[in-house]
Nanobody
Framework: QVQLEESGGGVVRPGDSLRLSCAAS????????VAWFRQFPGKERDFVAG??????????SFANAVKGRFTISRDNTNSMWSLQMNNLKPEDTAVYYCAAVSRRLITSRMWQTDDYDYWGQGTQVTVSS
């Protein structure tokens, strides 16, 4: 059984950085598409960033709101992926979820919650002065 567990959330000030990590167990995630979503109160989950295999490399996708501030990386050896969040803003305050699916998604599908089979429990990120 696949399990995902996020860590690294917390309370920070505007302009600060945080690094979220997602640890996966139960499968080898080399061929998976993995991603981060976030959810604001009363809203549906929104795509933040994703990473997938592309030939012998990987490629990434980011929501416009976080481009240039967030990066995503993965460590296949340890079945972990991370979201480095820099220059955080109050509007980044949300619950962040990691997600995975056992196939390579096309770009337009990376943004869709329905295409992911596995989810973490979420970690709160609060950006406040």
């Amino acid at each position: 059984q696949v399990q995902l567990e996020e860590s690294g959330g917390g309370v920070v000030r505007p302009g600060d950085s945080l690094r979220l990590s997602c640890a996966a167990s139960g499968r080898t995630f080399t061929s998976y598409t993995v991603a981060w979503f976030r959810q604001f109160p009363g809203k549906e989950r929104d795509f933040v960033a994703g990473i997938r295999r592309s030939g012998g490399n990987t490629d990434t996708s980011f929501a416009n709101a976080v481009k240039g501030r967030f990066t995503i990386s993965r460590d296949n050896t340890n079945s972990m992926w991370s979201l480095q969040m820099n220059n955080l803003k109050p509007e980044d305050t949300a619950v962040y979820y990691c997600a995975a699916v056992s196939r390579r998604l096309i770009t337009s599908r990376m943004w869709q919650t329905d295409d992911y089979d596995y989810w973490g429990q979420g970690t709160q990120v609060t950006v406040s002065s």
